[in-house]
Nanobody, 124 residues
């Protein structure tokens, strides 16, 4: 069983930056593709970014491309989401997730394990 714990959320002004971290335990981190998703109030959960097992390929939602960067450190069992030029529309609970099969990793159905989420609030 894999446990995922997100951290780094908070309140930031528009144009600011935050770095989310997701620490994994209880599994072989390097064998999982990792993703970040978010859910805003009254909206469905949506894909934000994903990264393959060795970090060779990354994927982004159009809404965050060129502003957010996903990365991973397999030695530290941690995946990161660097968020720059934040906008009020980025306000949401952000979740990290781990995928065993690691196919179609832009879809939440590909993920087997989820963290509890961390709140990101961007003020205008």
């Amino acid at each position: 069983q894999v446990q995922l714990v997100e951290s780094g959320g908070g309140l930031v002004q528009a144009g600011g930056s935050l770095r989310l971290s997701c620490a994994a335990s209880g599994g072989t981190f390097s064998s999982y593709a990792m993703g970040w998703f978010r859910q805003a109030p009254g909206k469905e959960r949506e894909f934000v970014a994903a990264i393959r097992r060795r970090g060779g390929s990354t994927y982004y939602a159009d809404s965050v491309k060129d502003r957010f960067t996903i990365s991973r450190d397999n030695a530290k069992n941690t995946v990161y989401l660097q968020m720059n030029i934040l906008k009020p529309d980025d306000t949401a609970v952000y979740y990290c997730a781990a995928s065993v099969i690691a196919t179609q990793i832009t879809r939440d159905s590909a993920y087997d394990y989820w963290g509890q989420g961390t709140q990101v609030t961007v003020s205008s």
